[in-house]
């Protein structure tokens, strides 16, 4: 059964950072696509950046240049540094890969905080 728990979010200023983690059992990342996702109070989830297996990175406009996403193999984490955050960067944070998405399979999350 695979699982994946995120972890670092957390209350932060306007123009702060954070480092997101997610570390996955019961899957190797090196091998799949995985993707962080956020979803704000009352909004629907949005995609926020996802890496192939082969490294290629993509990100949402609206973070484009703030945040690098990143993937460690030996530890099977994957990571989002986030700076410069806005208020409008506040919401629930999941990672996930399309497998786990395709069945509704969310793991517990990581909240961020951005106050203005």
């Known amino acids: 059964q695979v699982h994946l728990v995120e972890s670092g979010g957390g209350l932060v200023q306007s123009g702060g950072s954070l480092r997101l983690s997610c570390v996955a059992s019961?899957?190797?990342?090196?091998?799949?696509?995985v993707s962080w996702y956020r979803q704000a109070p009352g909004a629907q989830r949005e995609l926020v950046a996802t890496?192939?297996?082969?490294?290629?990175?993509t990100y949402v406009d609206s973070v484009k240049g703030r945040f690098t996403m990143s993937r460690d193999n030996a530890k099977n984490s994957v990571y989002l540094q986030m700076n410069n955050l806005h208020p409008s960067d506040t919401g629930m944070y999941h990672c996930?890969?399309?497998?786990?998405?395709?069945?509704?399979?969310w793991g517990p999350g990581t909240q961020v905080t951005v106050s203005s």
């Open positions: 019961g899957l190797i990342f090196s091998v799949n696509t």
């Open positions: 996930n890969t399309p497998g786990l998405v395709a069945y509704n399979d």
């Open positions: 890496l192939a297996p082969y490294g290629e990175i």
